[in-house]
Structure formats: structure tokens, C-alpha cells
């Protein structure tokens, strides 16, 4: 377990960690079942970051501060999935010069647009949660929006078929076993329901359902998926959980 979780600190995030990992492609994809804690600890970091800050400054601001850093700390990993994605599929392009859009390192105007949507509505809820929630909770909900990203790429490695060659990245994404996914899962589950109760529980479940059209739309355009695909839904996740809770909490479902 403990290699498994330096092998994803080293491909999720920026820190240097000094350890080398044997055939890490094949490691990974025996390891997934443990993705949710590496998330759940990398979360736990920035939620006690969030909590010092909390008391330097207004927890809508620390929200957004650590909201940015999470950014850094990752070095807009997934970010750039999900901008590469959207210049993609708002091209209205054939599916091939999608592929090639996706590929491409330049960023386009709709990949500007889904970073700066994407960061508005994670910023803009803190306000709504500060005005609900007390310190130690709005902590929790940083964890489970960490976490988040790693609930998404495991729920979608679900008999995935990956749209990229054969070799490479393939060997990593495809024949995770069921039990593994189930193990991650139940683990999330348990995390979410600790630190955000029954409207942290509802909004996972939202996170579930939409996670079937958007993989159902990308397997019918491309055959499959790719790992812009994978990254941009960890992404769509974070704001699907974030606009769903924030929405209970709001109501007093918190």
C-alpha cells in the first residue's frame, strides 16, 4: 500500500518524492483500490492548510486560496485535461481533428472558458458554504473535493476501454478489477459520510448518475476513452459534488 501511494503522489502531483517504483504502469492499475485514500490524504493535507489559513483570514477566502493551491500542488494535472477536452468537443469538429485538438499543447479559447468556469463556480461557493458551515466543516468539504478527483477516475475505469493506441497508458487505465473499484468506493463512501454527512452522501450519488451519459457520450464519439477524458471528468465531478452540496446546504441539509 505504501508504494502504491508514493507511485500516485508522484504522477498526481508536483512533490518530489525520491523513491523509485518498478513497472509503475502495472502498478498502478493493481493499485487503484487505494486511490481514494491517496486522495483522501492529499485532501486531508490541504484541509489542514484550509484550517490555518481559516484562522489568518475569512474562511471564504482561505476556501479560495486553497481552492488556487490545490492548483500547484497537482501542477493543473487534471486542469488541463479539462481544458483540452472542452476545445475539443465545443469545435464541432470531426471526431479525428478532435483527437489531434486534444493533443495539441496550445489552449484554446473554449479551454480558457472551461478554466475560468471552472474556477469561478469552485471559488464562488465559498461565501455560500462560509455562510452556512463553521470552520471545522468547511475542512471536511475540502477533503471530499480533493477526494473527488480520485472517485471519478475510479468510477470510470469500470470495464473501461480505453480510445488511445494500444501499450503505454492503456496498460495502466484498462482490466482494473471490479473488487478494486468496489473497495475504493466503499472507502470514499465512508469518508464522505464522516465529513459532510447526508448532503456530502446525496451529492456523491449525483456525482454516480451523471458519471454514466458523460461516459456513454465519449465511448459512442471516440470508442472509448482517453486520458483527457478520464482528467476532464475529475474535474466536472469536483464542480457536479460542489454545486450539489452547496445547493443542499443552502436548503439546511447540512
Known amino acids: 500500500m505504501f508504494r502504491a501511494l508514493v507511485l500516485f503522489g508522484q504522477f498526481f502531483t508536483r512533490f518530489s518524492i ?10 498502478f492499475k493493481k493499485s487503484v483500490q487505494y486511490i481514494t485514500l491517496f486522495g483522501a490524504l492529499l485532501g486531508l493535507l490541504e484541509g489542514v492548510a484550509f484550517g490555518g489559513l481559516s484562522y489568518l483570514f475569512p474562511s471564504a477566502f482561505s476556501w479560495m486560496l486553497i481552492i488556487i493551491a490545490d492548483g500547484v500542488i497537482t501542477g493543473g494535472f487534471h486542469l488541463d485535461a479539462w481544458a483540452d477536452t472542452a476545445d475539443a468537443i465545443f469545435s464541432s469538429r470531426t471526431v479525428d481533428r478532435m483527437r489531434e485538438i486534444m493533443k495539441d499543447s496550445r489552449l484554446g479559447t473554449m479551454g480558457v472558458l ?18 452556512h458551515l463553521d470552520r471545522l466543516t468547511m475542512a471536511g468539504v475540502v477533503i471530499v473535493f480533493v477526494m473527488m478527483s480520485k472517485i471519478a477516475i475510479s468510477l470510470l475505469l469500470f470495464h473501461m476501454h480505453y480510445a ?10 484498462q482490466g482494473v478489477k471490479v473488487w478494486q473499484i468496489i473497495v475504493a468506493q466503499v472507502f470514499a463512501i465512508v469518508v464522505i459520510v464522516l465529513l459532510t454527512h447526508l448532503a456530502g452522501l446525496i451529492a456523491y450519488f449525483a456525482v454516480c448518475l451523471v458519471a454514466i451519459p458523460y461516459r456513454h457520450k465519449f465511448v459512442k464519439l471516440f470508442g472509448g476513452l482517453t486520458g483527457d477524458t478520464l482528467g476532464a471528468f475529475t474535474c466536472f465531478t469536483q464542480l457536479t459534488f460542489l454545486l450539489v452540496y452547496t445547493g443542499l446546504v443552502v436548503l439546511g441539509w447540512s
Open 114 to 131: 472551461a478554466l475560468v468556469y471552472y474556477y469561478a463556480i469552485a471559488i464562488g461557493v465559498g461565501p455560500l458554504l462560509e455562510k
Open 18 to 27: 525520491p523513491i523509485q517504483i518498478n513497472d509503475p504502469l502495472v502498478k
Open 164 to 173: 488511445g493506441s494500444t501499450g503505454g497508458l492503456a496498460e495502466m487505465w
